[in-house]
């Protein structure tokens, strides 16, 4: 979502998808490594390439380029032209939520498999907590842990001990985020512009789930995917 004051209406992820872009990563570069290893000659000359540039994700859609409209690798990319970003998610159980409507709204029907991709120390909050919440199979989720090299600063022990008390024992206490108020502070922080998703029209199969705020789990029969 948008979820910054400061930044104005920039989006969390149309601003991945831009940084995807400068950096050129969507065939798979591997910039921590490069960064190990000394650095790229490429990464000032991707970044000015695709500098001023607007995306597919919340842009207006002009694929201009800086340098006079030369095409990018990434901008030859099939991944690219398959992503797509979710615009109003605000926490990591909406992360899920949300982006299992988003592909109903792109694709006409509702994903078979979830993958997952996140810091390793999340999983638990994901596989047996937000899969949980919205009913969906775990052998239908696959979840993909990838952490930052050390040498960025990233300390998973401390980011493990964050996880714990600042997301795991709220969620647990509060599946859908509806009771506890520091994952309702939360949202409120992050959604400053006061925007509405608008999922309910959407995805009106989800609407159950879309409102339902627990403690207790909703009932199976009441997601859509219970009957796929």
């Known amino acids: 979502g948008e979820t910054r004051a400061s930044t104005g209406p920039e989006s969390e992820g149309g601003s991945y998808f831009r940084v995807a872009d400068a950096l050129d990563l969507w065939d798979g ?122 040498s960025t600063g990233f300390d998973l022990e401390e980011s493990s001990k964050g996880e714990r008390n600042n997301s795991l024992q709220p969620f647990r206490e509060d599946p859908y985020g509806c009771h506890t108020e520091i994952l309702q502070r939360k949202r409120r922080e992050r959604n400053p512009f006061a925007r509405k998703a608008p999922y309910e029209l959407t995805c009106p199969e989800m609407r159950d789930l879309l409102l339902w705020c627990g403690p207790e789990l909703i009932p199976e029969g009441n997601v859509p995917w219970s009957k796929m």
Request: charged share 35%.
């Open 29 to 150: 570069r591997d910039v921590f490594a490069e960064e190990e290893d000394g650095g790229d000659d490429n990464d000032a000359r991707g970044l000015e390439r695709t500098a001023g540039t607007t995306s597919d994700a919340g842009g207006d859609g002009d694929e201009a380029n800086g340098d006079g409209g030369a095409t990018t690798p990434s901008r030859r990319s099939t991944v690219r032209a398959r992503t797509v970003t979710e615009e109003y998610a605000t926490d990591s159980f909406e992360n899920l939520l949300f982006s299992i409507c988003r592909f109903r709204e792109i694709t006409g029907s509702y994903p078979r498999k979830i993958s997952m991709v996140s810091f390793s120390f999340k999983r638990l909050r994901f596989e047996t907590l937000h899969a949980e919440a919205l009913r969906w199979p775990l052998d239908r989720f696959d979840y993909v842990g990838v952490d930052p090299p050390a």
